[in-house]
């Protein structure tokens, strides 16, 4: 079979193929189709269902192009991984607008359907959870988010939190005081702060009592009105935890909670304030729950593999389990 697609813009075509051709390598590899170009038309030949698939995604990398956006092989990858799971159109809508712009003048973006999702949440929801593995941008985003209600004048704090639980050594073992025990918690935390805002505007922020980085236990007993509140890492909160952080809630304030189950540190797992929250809560207006997979990881590709990877071997055990019980 041998489809068409017209380009009227030839140097589309050129951020198409990428640097070296890889992007288009990446497509001719994946789906074993041939792709060639004269002028401003692109060639797909191969067999049928494999060339629909290949014109549907050039097709999405085309528009994404056209919104001004750059390709990379990682995007290539993500709209290869989506297959018949959306259209073209809703992949570009990826590119439009922005949540707000770094300090070194970077659009930050969701990258993908999943993380679109999560910031549509965020703007339509008092409380918003993200709940997936690592590289998925959940804090990333949250922050970004904040930035950008702090920068509009839609809540005057920014405050950021996550539990001081240990993942392997003792904070009694750490030197220094509290403060330098637990900032390598929040240094998550800090480094999205200072890629959003700068460390200079960060530190005056942090200065007026704009910006709060500080552990979970810091919240209790306090009211956060006007506020956009983040709970990072927060499967590592007890039910009790969890119940006092979301009851915090001020008037004209935000919450977002992030955390992965599959990275529980907590002496026993199964009582994860973050397991339980999303049970109880599932069903309460205003409250948006929202999963990532690890089709939404935008680091290395090898983390999307080792996620993939822990992804399966936890459900081989758990039906290992579940046959040897039975």
């Known amino acids: 079979m041998e489809k068409s697609l017209a380009v009227t813009n030839v140097g589309l075509i050129q951020g198409l193929f990428g640097s070296q051709d890889e992007n288009i390598r990446l497509i001719q590899d994946e789906l074993g189709v041939n792709i060639v170009t004269r002028g401003g038309n692109i060639k797909i030949i191969g067999l049928d269902n494999e060339v629909e698939k290949a014109y549907k995604c050039v097709t999405a990398l085309i528009k994404i192009l056209e919104s001004g ?35 070194t003048g970077k659009t930050i973006k969701p990258k993908t359907l999943g993380q679109k999702k999560y910031v549509d949440a965020i703007d339509s929801n008092t409380i918003t959870f993200g709940v997936g593995p690592a590289g998925t941008g959940k804090t ?65 922020y942090q200065e007026r009592g704009n910006i709060e980085v500080a552990p979970l236990a810091y919240m209790r007993g306090r009211t956060l009105d006007e506020a956009f509140v983040i709970l990072d890492e927060a499967q590592n909160t007890s039910p009790e935890q969890m119940k006092m952080f979301l009851t915090r809630l001020g008037f004209n304030s935000k919450m977002v909670i992030t955390g992965d189950v599959t ?28 999963y990532f997979s690890e089709k939404d990881v935008v680091r290395h590709k090898l983390v999307q593999d080792i996620v993939k990877a822990y992804e399966q071997y936890n459900n081989r055990e758990r039906m290992k389990k579940t046959r040897e019980k039975a």
């Open 263 to 290: 990275q529980i540190d907590l002496p026993d797992p199964r009582k994860s304030g973050l397991i339980e929250a999303v049970k109880v809560l599932k069903n309460v207006p205003d409250i948006g729950i929202i």
């Open 140 to 204: 990333y985003l949250a922050v970004s988010m904040a930035v950008r209600a702090f920068k509009s004048h839609s809540i005057n704090k920014i405050i950021l939190t996550r539990p001081a639980v240990e993942a392997g050594e003792k904070l009694g073992f750490l030197p220094g005081d509290l403060q330098t025990k637990v900032d390598p918690y929040l240094r998550p935390l800090y480094d999205a702060l200072f890629e959003m805002l700068g460390a200079e505007s960060f530190a005056k």
């Open 69 to 103: 956006d750059e390709i990379s092989p990682q995007q290539v990858r993500y709209v290869l991984s989506m297959g018949d799971e959306t259209t073209a159109d809703e992949i570009a809508k990826l590119s439009d607008g922005g949540i707000c712009v770094s300090a």
